[in-house]
Structure formats: C-alpha cells, structure tokens
C-alpha cells in the first residue's frame, strides 16, 4: 500500500467513528429528563360541621355473667329507645362487649386479682358487663339535648366527642383547587426567579388514604321493651363547633423552558 492510499483509508475510518458517535450522543440526551419543577402545593377548606357524634358507655351489673348481661341488655335498649324518639339520631352503635368478674374491694387491683385464688377477699361477688357505644345527630341542633338523655337513661361517661361531615366530597374538592392554585403559585415564583418559562403541567399525584373502622353490633337476650322515656328535656346551651378543616396535598410538576 502507498501513503497515499493509506491516507485515503485513514480518513475513511475517522469519518466512521465520527458519524457512530452521533447517535450515542443523541441517545444520552435523549435519556436526561426534560427541564421541570416539582413543587408540593397544599390547600384546605373550612365547613361547618353537620353531624354531631357522641361516645358513651353502658353497663350492667348482676349476681351472674347472665344477670349482668340481662341488666346491661335493657338499659342499652332504654336508651336506643331514647334515641330513636330524636329527630336526625342515627341507631347506637355498639362493640367491645366485656363481661368481668367484681370482687371484694379489700382484693388490691383486678390484674393482680387474676393470680389469686376465688376466695376471702378475692371471692367472686358479681359481675359487670360493659360495652362502648357512639350515636351520630344531624342536624346538630341536638347534641346537647342528646348528651343529657343518654345520660339520664343510664349511660356512662357521656361525652360529646367530636363534630365532622356527613359527606365531605365538596369540601376534598374545595381544598383540592386550593392545593393546585398554591402549587401554580410556588411554580410561577420559581420559574420567575430562575429566567424559565412554565410550558404545561405534566403530572398531579397525591398521597391520601381513607380508613373506615369495621363496626361491631352486640346482640343479647332481650327483656320485655321498657317503657318511652320522657320527652327529653332541652338544654339550653348554646354550641358553636369549630368548621371542619379539609386539607389536600399534592405534588404537582411542570415543565420549563428558558
């Protein structure tokens, strides 16, 4: 081979290697993600609450498991009974039935009581069975007026416990603008600071979750139906709960230009 052809050949082969550089270049590009700004845009609704919910307990005591079981049976339907006679009150709501044994009070506490033997001051002189209880009201006019009559009718521990909405959709919708109008905000203020343009929204994602508690509905022996209470007796004090607030958060990216 002269020099001349081994020039010629040489710049053949350069000229090669050069054009399958191109493609790899243009491949390595392609994989870097286009210009964009991630932002977390949060936003909330206030409502005022419509449903009112109140916890409770009910007991029975008795001679016998059954006996307590018996007496805690027809209170919890004296005060169902009440409940039913007020406009708006949803069924009581029942679960965690316990049935224990009651001793002597000289007996220290019950979880020591466990180790000891049934007799002297640890003998077994009752039983008391329990139960946990809620009853939601809408309109929540009622609440307090509620709260008194479970109370009179035998329930323990009474306690209005908490306001929320029977159908939050408006208010998640509500607070879903406002969360994407905040993330606009903080990607404007980005963009306007960094000399980039926002060209569209690429993506939207959010991270909420919904829980619903399995209920649990306590069926017993049944007494003879007691007799309708009283008209409940109303109560004068005035309740202004504080609105629900729902609250979005979203991750909301857009791309960019300069």
């Not at 679960?95 to 466990?114: F, G, H, M, P, W």
């Not at 007026?145 to 109370?151: E, I, N, S, W």
């Not at 208010?171 to 905040?182: G, I, M, N, Y």
Request: hydrophobic fraction near 45%; proline fraction near 8%.
């Amino acid at each position: 081979m002269n020099c001349l052809a081994f020039v010629s050949t040489l710049r053949v082969s350069m000229v090669g290697i050069a054009a399958l550089a191109v493609p790899s270049a243009a491949l390595a590009q392609a994989d870097q993600p286009p210009p964009r700004i991630v932002v977390t845009g949060v936003g909330s609704a206030r409502t005022p609450p419509d449903t009112a919910t109140l916890s409770l307990h009910v007991r029975g005591e008795g001679a016998t498991a059954d006996d307590a079981t018996r007496a805690l049976v027809a209170k919890r339907d004296a005060i169902a009974g009440g409940i039913a006679s007020l406009a708006g009150a949803t069924p009581m709501e029942t679960s965690t039935l316990s049935v224990i044994e009651a001793r002597d009070k000289d007996c220290q506490n019950d979880y020591q009581a466990r180790g000891r033997l049934a007799q002297g001051d640890c003998a077994v002189r009752g039983y008391i069975a329990e139960i946990d209880a809620i009853v939601r009201l809408r309109p929540i006019a009622q609440a307090g007026t509620a709260t008194g009559l479970v109370a009179r009718l035998g329930g323990s521990d009474v306690r209005l416990s908490g306001f929320t909405l029977s159908d939050d959709s408006i208010a998640r919708r509500k607070a879903t603008a406002a969360a994407l109008a905040d993330a606009r905000a903080q990607a404007e203020a980005i963009a306007a600071g960094s000399g980039v343009h926002i060209l569209r929204l690429q993506s939207v994602g959010d991270t909420v979750g919904h829980f619903e508690p399995a209920e649990i509905v306590v069926t017993a022996e049944r007494l003879a139906p007691p007799p309708p209470p009283p008209p409940p007796a109303p109560v004068a004090v005035s309740l202004t709960p504080q609105p629900v607030e729902t609250t979005a958060r979203l991750s909301v990216v857009y791309l960019i230009a300069p």
